[in-house]
């Protein structure tokens, strides 16, 4: 079973910058292209980033050029450098396989951008 750990949410100001990180445990085929997701206060998750095991990536309009998605596949990690941060950034991040069923969600990271 893949579990997902999300890491390096926080509180910062707009303008500002976060990494986050997400460790993957387990194999499972579906991680070949993992995504990130953001979940605002009374809204539904949304598709953030995606990146294949070869590198591919794609981003919702929305953090195109501010955003970077990456992944170290000898350690399961994917990490989202998240750059000139907005206040309607502000929301749960959380990192699973980009495919149409996902996995058990983890716990997610907070992102707060706010001044």
């Known amino acids: 079973q893949v579990q997902f750990v999300e890491s390096g949410g926080g509180l910062v100001q707009p303008g500002g910058s976060l990494r986050l990180s997400c460790a993957a445990s387990?194999?499972?085929?579906?991680?070949?292209?993992m995504a990130w997701y953001c979940q605002a206060p009374g809204k539904q998750r949304d598709l953030v980033a995606s990146?294949?095991?070869?590198?591919?990536?794609n981003y919702a309009d929305s953090v195109k050029g501010r955003f970077t998605i990456s992944r170290d596949n000898a350690k399961n990690t994917v990490y989202l450098q998240m750059n000139d941060l907005k206040p309607e950034d502000t929301a749960v991040y959380y990192c699973?396989?980009?495919?149409?069923?996902?996995?058990?969600w983890g716990q997610g990271t907070q992102v707060t951008v706010s001044s």
């Open positions: 990146i294949s095991r070869a590198g591919t990536t």
């Open positions: 387990g194999s499972n085929s579906r991680l070949y292209v």
């Open positions: 699973n396989t980009a495919s149409r069923t996902p996995l058990p």
